[in-house]
């Protein structure tokens, strides 16, 4: 029988992946009851098996795409590839992830009056003009680029957030987020940090696109869920009122060059793998780093983790998961 105290019922969508599943860890840890809704494309059943058996917890593996019918009190809604690699492998599919994926979580959070988060991303703002990027910039996106599949689909689902918003009163919680990196990352998504530690690790060379000039801000995987929870607790506004709905940036503020990053991760993992230079990929932002003002006025949330000891701790997953053989 569920138990109708504090608790709630929660569906996280992409529950599979990288971020969805320390979401899981802390929702189940709080004592929440967790639906996973994942297609298993990016995500991996090794980052639930721990609960695979636990009585809050349920799996059901399906595409958000099409309709979903549950009853829960709260949705989280994450499930899109995320690094370049996998989001350009089946462009298609990434923008219908994005767009038929939010009509269908918003549609199922209208009928149960739920509160609904969105996991959206700093690619909204494209390769920006402006510098940190405040949630106010419009952003400087290719709309028939490479990365449009993500980033306008994106940019369409924080659309139909505000649509939903707006039109039917519904309570949403919008979250930019920056570059996460920690374990449970694919160690072949194609993404820098996965990439750099899985090839330090195994003694192979660093690639680095372009001349390694270009930045990033990396926030560890702790933090960024911490935001999450915040940002969902957030209690609703007067009268029935929603709440905050965003959006709000949530990332590091300490910003690095790519190259950087590399001589951070070989000096961690004490490798001697040269570094090889590749070409850049099309439309890859030159710089971006969140301006987490709001965030920290609305959440008193700011990261608190430093770089050195997130990858450490990430360094640590990767090297496990090598020896397993996985
Ligand atoms: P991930 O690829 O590890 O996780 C995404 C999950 O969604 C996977 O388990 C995948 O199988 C699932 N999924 C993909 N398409 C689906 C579909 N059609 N139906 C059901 N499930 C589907 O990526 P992540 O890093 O955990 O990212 C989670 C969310 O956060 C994504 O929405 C992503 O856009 C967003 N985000 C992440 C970052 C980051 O740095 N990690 C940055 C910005 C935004
Ligand atoms: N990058 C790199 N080498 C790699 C993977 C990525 O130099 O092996 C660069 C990439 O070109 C980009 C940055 O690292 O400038 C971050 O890439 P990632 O795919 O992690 O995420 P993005 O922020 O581009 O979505």
């Given at each position: 029988m569920r138990n109708y105290d504090e608790s709630k019922r929660i569906l996280i969508t992409g529950g599979a992946g990288f971020l969805g599943s320390h979401l899981i860890d802390r929702l189940i840890e709080r004592g929440d009851e967790v639906i996973c809704v994942d297609n298993l494309s990016t995500g991996s059943k090794r980052n639930i098996e721990h609960l695979?058996?636990?009585?809050r917890f349920e799996f059901i593996r399906h595409d958000v795409t099409f309709p979903l019918f549950v009853e829960v009190d709260q949705i989280y809604n994450l499930g899109c590839p995320a690094s370049p690699v996998h989001y350009q492998h089946d462009p298609v599919q990434t923008t219908k992830t994005s767009v038929h994926g939010a009509i269908n979580m918003l549609g199922l959070a209208k009928r149960l009056r739920a509160r609904i988060f969105q996991a959206s991303?700093?690619?909204?703002?494209?390769?920006?003009?402006?510098?940190?990027?405040?949630?106010t910039y419009w952003g400087n996106v290719n709309?028939?680029?490479?990365?449009s599949c993500y980033d306008e689909g994106k940019r369409c689902a924080e659309t139909l957030f505000f649509d939903y918003h707006r039109q039917h009163r519904l309570d949403i919680r919008v979250a930019r987020i920056f570059n996460t990196y920690g374990?449970?990352?694919?160690?072949?998504?194609?993404?820098v940090v996965s990439n750099f530690i899985v090839q330090a690790l195994k003694g192979e060379p660093i690639t680095l696109y372009g001349d390694g000039q270009q930045t990033r801000s990396f926030c560890y995987v702790d933090d960024l869920v911490e935001g999450f929870l915040r940002f969902m607790n957030l209690s609703a506004g007067e009268n029935g009122q929603p709440g905050f709905p965003g959006p709000i940036n949530l990332g590091a503020p300490r910003e690095f060059t790519i190259r950087e990053l590399a001589d951070l991760i070989l000096k961690a993992t004490n490798s001697s793998s040269p570094l090889v230079f590749k070409p850049l990929p099309l439309?890859?932002?030159?710089q971006r780093k969140p301006d987490i003002t709001l965030a920290r006025q609305h959440l008193g949330w700011e990261p608190q983790v430093p770089l050195e000891d997130g990858l450490l701790k990430t360094i640590a997953y990767f090297d496990n998961l090598l020896a397993k053989g996985d």
């Amino acid at each position: 029988m569920r138990n109708y105290d504090e608790s709630k019922r929660i569906l996280i969508t992409g529950g599979a992946g990288f971020l969805g599943s320390h979401l899981i860890d802390r929702l189940i840890e709080r004592g929440d009851e967790v639906i996973c809704v994942d297609n298993l494309s990016t995500g991996s059943k090794r980052n639930i098996e721990h609960l695979l058996t636990h009585p809050r917890f349920e799996f059901i593996r399906h595409d958000v795409t099409f309709p979903l019918f549950v009853e829960v009190d709260q949705i989280y809604n994450l499930g899109c590839p995320a690094s370049p690699v996998h989001y350009q492998h089946d462009p298609v599919q990434t923008t219908k992830t994005s767009v038929h994926g939010a009509i269908n979580m918003l549609g199922l959070a209208k009928r149960l009056r739920a509160r609904i988060f969105q996991a959206s991303t700093s690619e909204v703002y494209g390769d920006p003009s402006v510098h940190p990027q405040p949630e106010t910039y419009w952003g400087n996106v290719n709309p028939i680029g490479v990365r449009s599949c993500y980033d306008e689909g994106k940019r369409c689902a924080e659309t139909l957030f505000f649509d939903y918003h707006r039109q039917h009163r519904l309570d949403i919680r919008v979250a930019r987020i920056f570059n996460t990196y920690g374990p449970h990352m694919h160690p072949n998504d194609g993404r820098v940090v996965s990439n750099f530690i899985v090839q330090a690790l195994k003694g192979e060379p660093i690639t680095l696109y372009g001349d390694g000039q270009q930045t990033r801000s990396f926030c560890y995987v702790d933090d960024l869920v911490e935001g999450f929870l915040r940002f969902m607790n957030l209690s609703a506004g007067e009268n029935g009122q929603p709440g905050f709905p965003g959006p709000i940036n949530l990332g590091a503020p300490r910003e690095f060059t790519i190259r950087e990053l590399a001589d951070l991760i070989l000096k961690a993992t004490n490798s001697s793998s040269p570094l090889v230079f590749k070409p850049l990929p099309l439309d890859d932002p030159m710089q971006r780093k969140p301006d987490i003002t709001l965030a920290r006025q609305h959440l008193g949330w700011e990261p608190q983790v430093p770089l050195e000891d997130g990858l450490l701790k990430t360094i640590a997953y990767f090297d496990n998961l090598l020896a397993k053989g996985d």
